[in-house]
């Protein structure tokens, strides 16, 4: 059991070293959330752990038929408010385990659900996020199956955190993931970028817009589907969540090891997500969405993904946005309309606190 | 979608009329719990929902082999304090969904891990949780596969909130559940009640007893496998934690429309536990346990299991400790030591909050 280090006697390694209690930044989805992975969940689990440790896992079972795979995945939700325009908690709660099933070319199969409750908490308030989890896992074709509920004292919580994980089929045959970006490959995303956060802050912060801009969430397996249907070699398929795009591409970047080039006006962000990101001050790269994801494809099947996507009513907005480079390795970059290129770094915090 | 309630305009149904918020003792595991389930979220999932919903479901998958069958497991951890003396929030969240699927005949596989940390939580706290899941999960032998972490701001959370879930295999032929006790069924425990509960309520409380008073948190799956491989038609297992011995017997005991009567002086309950309890005004029979097992077994099998658990180092204390009657159906009696009787009732709410 050596392996498990000693947090007694611990000394912060380098990258946490400036932080030494958790800040905001640490649940972000970016650079700080990476680092307290690698440089302390990771370590501490030892060998318990799976080397990835990632927003799903593709698993072998004993007894499954040959070349099928079980995905399993989990997240927890602390969105604040619970309800904003567009969805609630309980929308993002089952949307969010389908869609990171479904990015490993899963079909989603069975989910728990796991609350965490306030003292003081109306019960209609709970509720409605039940209603919204059960509607949202009928519409998703899911089944939920067990589940846990716990009461925090008033002070100790905040209202409703939800958790789910989930468990799907990969078929066989399929190989989706991360490290499987070439250069050559055509980055595609499935429609406009930014919807989520930009609902979620507008309420928040009471801002106004000429539009009322609505949550994204929904759940993407069936387009996935679609996708998958066209025969094309999908190498990657990932939802745009927290950190958003900019974290998303980052971190394909770094486990394929080819750089990615985005072409700015290329880039599907809605007026009224441009005019909130300017006014608080926001890269609409790093906002994030809860009905959207970006697929990494061979150049000779791109057009047919995008036709595919474009079919579906969750995909017609898609577009071509960017490539897979030689130069650049592990970076990605963004050309401008001045012709000039800019870096697209992978978030360091959390510029949308409490976004899911 | 018309199965869904309304909760804008909703009307709180009479069993949870005098409490329209949510009190400490929805998360107790007694009575009030379920009344949650089956009022609340029940009636929200709608379609979507397995009738049961129980603490593991037992779940066909396509391409498995035949018979087998998937288990599947969630619960989040609240407890406070993080550390305590035996345990840690990080070994319950570990052996807590382990011991859910060993409860179904399940060899456990694969846990998923997903955190809600508050700004402000030292770094070194969380290694220590994180080392204690690693270690735990290391010594029941399951992979930590996938995993989540949120933050909440400092004032919306409590330290760590740890969500595991789980996978396993039921071999084909196991038929555990809580429908199957039958009358002449004998009811054994593995050891000593009420372990857990006491010692995190006496390093809360400050209290000092003669002997340091340990959580028996432990991983029971290597226990079930030794039990099931005497033959013995198991008909029912499960780890009496939240709400104790009274609020699982009472479940089995509806479940499966039986009686069950309990010999007082046959329970394996340690002088300190004894003693605290007195102090603190609690049945040992309410007090969670969190590496224990209760088995209902056919009588002319009762031997063989009773010894196949003592031969386990987490069985040595094993106890036969009442038998399944066709009197009282649904209701769990106690005869005490004067030759009288008295009911064991489901716990209502919550005698000691935030144990697990």
Same mark, same amino acid.
């Given at each position: ?6 947090? =007694? ?21 970016? !650079? ?11 370590? +501490? ?22 070349? +099928? ?42 989910? $728990? ?8 908490? %109306? ?8 209603? !919204? ?12 199956? /067990? ?6 004292? $008033? ?70 589907? =679609? @996708?998958?249907? /066209? &025969? ?15 974290? /998303? ?32 001050? @926001?890269?609409?790269?790093?906002? +994030? ?5 970006? !697929?990494?494809?061979? !150049? ?17 907005? %898609? ?17 401008? &309309? ?19």
């Amino acid at each position: 059991m050596g392996e498990h280090p000693d947090f =007694d006697g611990w000394v912060c390694p380098a990258p946490l070293r400036d932080t030494p209690t958790i800040v905001m930044g640490h649940g972000g989805g970016g !650079a700080m959330s990476g680092e307290l992975i690698e440089q302390l969940f990771l370590p +501490a689990y030892g060998g318990a752990a799976r080397a990835d440790l990632g927003d799903s896992a593709v698993l072998a079972v004993p007894g499954l038929r040959e070349g +099928a795979r079980l995905a399993f995945s989990t997240d927890s939700f602390v969105v604040r408010p619970m309800f904003f325009p567009g969805g609630s908690i309980g929308d993002l709660a089952v949307n969010g385990t389908v869609n990171d099933l479904a990015m490993s070319g899963a079909t989603p199969l069975y989910l $728990s659900t796991a609350y965490i409750l306030s003292e003081g908490t %109306a019960l209609a308030d709970i509720g409605r996020v039940a209603t !919204a989890v059960g509607k949202a896992a009928e519409s998703a074709g899911v089944q939920l199956v /067990t589940g846990d509920t716990k009461v925090v004292d $008033s002070g100790s919580g905040d209202g409703v955190y939800v958790n789910t994980a989930g468990i799907g089929i990969v078929p066989a045959g399929v190989e989706i993931g991360p490290t499987r970006a070439e250069v050559g490959d055509v980055v595609l995303v499935s429609g406009d970028i930014g919807v989520h956060g930009i609902a979620v802050m507008s309420c928040r912060e009471g801002l106004e817009f000429g539009t009322r801009i609505e949550s994204d969430t929904a759940a993407l397996h069936g387009l996935v589907a =679609d @996708l998958l249907g /066209t &025969g094309v070699d999908v190498r990657v398929l990932r939802d745009p969540t927290r950190g958003g795009v900019s974290a /998303t591409l980052n971190e394909i970047a770094r486990a394929s090891g080819v750089g990615i080039e985005l072409v700015e006006r290329d880039l599907p962000i809605p007026p009224e997500v441009k005019d909130a990101c300017g006014l608080l001050g @926001l890269d609409p790269l790093q906002v +994030a969405n809860e009905g959207k994801l970006l !697929a990494v494809v061979p !150049a000779d099947g791109a057009e047919q993904v995008l036709e595919a996507m474009r079919r579906h009513p969750l995909g017609s907005g %898609a577009a071509r946005i960017g490539r897979c480079v030689a130069e650049h390795p592990r970076m990605v970059v963004a050309r401008t &309309g001045l012709g000039g290129t800019r870096v697209v770094d992978l978030p360091i915090g959390e510029q949308l606190p409490r976004i899911c």
